[in-house]
């Protein structure tokens, strides 16, 4: 593995989404995590499941330091899907807006569906 800088955005690709986390200074992953509904550190291993990392970037100006200690502080916050999962995580703690463009995407293509069955039944 190459050498992450702490607060680094990790991924890993499951099914049709990215699960997201923040790498730290010790090797571990901060994520909101649907599987222990709530924001946990847990190991490298335990986060990738054994599948590939993905190096999603560092997506803030904040120091290493703040981003890792601004996860930290959310250690034990409740998982919701909607309104706290991996993205929201990562997005707070490098200081940028909480969203999910994930989530935000897949309302749009449920709208989308939804729209097309209505103009097909009428």
């Not at 890993?12 to 699960?19: D, P």
């Not at 709530?38 to 335990?46: D, F």
């Not at 930290?72 to 309104?83: A, E, H, N, T």
């Amino acid at each position: 593995m190459r050498q992450l800088t702490p607060g680094t955005v990790v991924g890993v690709r499951s099914a049709l989404v990215t699960h997201y986390g923040i790498f730290t200074e010790r090797e571990t992953v901060i994520t909101s995590s649907p599987a222990l509904r709530k924001v946990a550190e847990i190991s490298l291993t335990a986060f990738l499941g054994g599948k590939d990392l993905q190096v999603v970037g560092y997506p803030g100006s904040q120091s290493p330091y703040t981003v890792v200690s601004r996860a930290r502080q959310m250690l034990g916050r409740r998982y919701d899907l909607f309104q706290f999962n991996c993205e929201h995580l990562y997005r707070s703690a490098h200081g940028l807006n909480e969203e999910s463009p994930q989530i935000r995407i897949a309302a749009l293509i449920v709208v989308a569906a939804l729209a097309w069955l209505a103009l097909r039944k009428a």
